[in-house]
């Protein structure tokens, strides 16, 4: 006989069976709305640097020179290592690196080789987001390897993190002079891998605080939190968002910097992750020192600081500002997708496990 009570058991029972085709759509791929949901990519680590190892050198993003691709051969082949020159290096396009197809060609033929352990762009500047639809994920995740720089090299760091899941580095480019602290933390990462890596911030920087307030390390929300690391230069991450190459910093650390942008612009690009929900969402923000970022002495505006606070503060997440990584000489290497843990008390940033195979 069936009661009332028993009948609500039926209809609830036929209703969540009607659900499960939907809910599992969605786990598995296919949410109700039909289109097709990116699965996040398994985290994918390169094999260590080793001593002796070949380097590629490319510019995938602003051109380069004969003075610059000197001094960065000369920088490598004194730490031990051989060196490849991508063959349209001193190509030049406008302000590019060369065409896109010839940036393509230099970035394939580096993965695809089997002699190349890691590849160092030579300098940041602007282009790389051009090469992301064409970028031939597929060979990067037959041959993982090491790719190494930062400002714009940020598109081709989030591009492969979100497409590949393979490792990528947030660190110097290949022109630049290499303080010890710097290059002391790189070679640690990509030579020394260790289960846990805590880096401190360098001495360097706050000293030039007491002159340059914007090198300082400020803490905006005291606090911990551990997640996978995830940003780069704020103009790209920004640039992003809304793209199937964008970041996903749900549950992880977001860390970001920037150089000679005006606090209005800082604003907006924030304001621009803020509207994208997934801000709030992060399990802590890092921003690093954002050089020749603060007003000009003759505008009317909010200062660095005060900007950036107006965003952190509310995401009552832990949150620093000034620490080591940017547009600066003293900077640290950050491992794109590795677990980390961020300390405001410590002012520290420790590596959870290791980048490198």
Not at 221 to 236: A, D, K, Q
Not at 253 to 280: K, S
Request: overall charge neutral; proline content about 6%; charged content about 20%.
């Amino acid at each position: 006989m069936i009661t009332r009570r028993s009948l609500g058991r039926i209809v609830a029972a036929a209703l969540a069976a009607a659900a499960l085709p939907r809910v599992a759509a969605a786990a598995g791929g296919r949410p109700v709305s039909g289109k097709p949901i990116m699965k996040k990519a398994a985290l994918l680590k390169p094999p260590r640097l080793k001593a002796g190892a070949t380097v590629g050198l490319v510019a995938p993003g602003g051109h380069t020179d004969a003075a610059a691709i000197a001094k960065a051969i000369k920088t490598i082949e004194a730490l031990g290592f051989n060196v490849r020159l991508g063959r349209n290096l001193e190509a030049v396009y406008g302000n590019y690196g060369g065409l896109p197809e010839q940036r393509l060609a230099d970035l394939h033929a580096m993965f695809a080789d089997p002699d190349v352990a890691a590849i160092w762009a030579m300098r940041g500047g602007s282009g790389c987001i051009q090469l992301l639809a064409h970028l031939d994920y597929e060979l990067i995740r037959r041959h993982p390897k090491i790719l190494i720089g930062y400002s714009d090299i940020t598109a081709l760091h989030l591009a492969i993190q979100k497409k590949v899941g393979l490792v990528t580095f947030h660190g110097p480019v290949a022109s630049a002079t290499l303080s010890d602290y710097t290059l002391t933390h790189l070679l640690n990462v990509l030579m020394h891998p260790e289960h846990q890596y805590t880096i401190p911030m360098a001495l360097e920087n706050s000293r030039k605080a007491e002159e340059q307030p914007h090198y300082a390390l400020r803490t905006v929300v005291p606090g911990m939190c551990e997640g996978p690391l995830t940003g780069g230069n704020l103009c790209l991450v920004s640039a992003l968002v809304g793209t199937e190459y964008a970041s996903n910093y749900t549950g992880g650390i977001l860390f970001l910097e920037e150089v000679n942008e005006a606090p209005y612009r800082i604003d907006r690009m924030l304001m621009q992750l803020h509207l994208n929900r997934e801000f709030g969402q992060a399990a802590g923000i890092m921003l690093g020192i954002c050089d020749n970022c603060g007003p000009q002495d003759s505008d009317i505006s909010l200062t660095l600081d005060a900007t950036t606070d107006q965003h952190l503060t509310p995401l009552k997440v832990p949150a620093v500002t000034g620490y080591s990584f940017g547009h600066i000489r003293d900077q640290f290497t950050l491992p794109m997708g590795i677990r980390a843990r961020l300390d405001t008390e410590r002012q520290t940033l420790t590596l959870l496990e290791p980048a490198v195979l």
